[in-house]
Each structure stands twice: as C-alpha cells, then as structure tokens.
C-alpha cells in the first residue's frame, strides 16, 4: 500500500498516545525530546485496539519525533497524538489527529458526532 501513496502523504497505522490509559497525568507540552520520548515509550504508546505497543525503531529521532506537539503559530500549540508513517521516508512522527493530509490503513471507530 505504501508504494502507491503519494509521496506528501502520511499514512495512519492505528498507533497514538494515551496519558489516560497509561494511568498517569499527561506529560507537560514542550518538555525536552530525550524525557517525552522516554515518557512516551514507558506510558503512552497505544494500538487503536488499546493494546501497548512494542516497537519503535522508526521513529525518526533524527528530526526528534514523536514530540508530542507543533507550534502552529505564535502563541498556538497543536496537540500530536497520533502517529503517522511519512510516505517518503518511511519514518514515524506524531500529528494531529485530526490530520487531513494523510491516509488510515487501521481501522477506527466511527465518530457518533454529525459532521
């Protein structure tokens, strides 16, 4: 599936955090990659089914992810909590889950909210 991806896109593979499953707070916005990253491995990397994930060799540390936010302009910080596969280099980074720029390959839950 992959390879007939547009390349700007991000594919989506049921992978996201979950401060309330790990029973314990969130970590704050912002703290050092090293600690969230630590933080996120031990505590909060969930499948969508809610089984704890086990592995996490693409993620993309190079350019520090998962992170856990983006600031979307001054003063604005975006929640990231869904992981995405980037099409082109095959990395993971943490968006949105509200993303429209990419693809679902797991299924998920419909929403019980009108569009």
Same mark, same amino acid.
């Given at each position: 599936?992959?390879?007939?991806?547009?390349?700007?896109?991000?594919?989506?593979?049921?992978?996201?955090?979950?401060?309330?499953?790990s029973?314990?707070?969130a970590?704050?916005?912002?703290?050092?990659?090293?600690?969230?990253?630590?933080?996120?491995?031990?505590?909060?990397? /969930? #499948?969508?089914?809610? @089984?704890p994930?086990?592995y996490?060799?693409?993620?993309?540390?190079? *350019? =520090?992810?998962?992170?856990?936010?983006?600031?979307?302009?001054?003063?604005?910080i975006?929640?990231?909590?869904?992981?995405?596969?980037?099409?082109?280099?095959?990395?993971w980074?943490? /968006? #949105?889950?509200d993303? @429209?720029?990419?693809?679902?390959?797991?299924?998920?839950?419909?929403s *019980? =909210?009108?569009?």
């Open positions: 599936m992959m390879e007939k991806v547009d390349k700007s896109k991000h594919v989506w593979f049921g992978l996201r955090w979950n401060a309330a499953l029973n314990d707070s970590i704050p916005l912002k703290t050092p990659y090293d600690k969230f990253y630590k933080y996120f491995v031990d505590k909060m990397a /969930y #499948n969508v089914d809610g @089984t994930v086990t996490f060799q693409d993620f993309d540390k190079k *350019t =520090q992810q998962p992170d856990g936010w983006k600031q979307t302009s001054p003063g604005t975006t929640v990231e909590n869904c992981v995405l596969c980037e099409a082109d280099t095959r990395k980074h943490d /968006y #949105n889950c993303t @429209t720029t990419g693809f679902s390959l797991c299924r998920k839950m419909a *019980t =909210q009108p569009d």
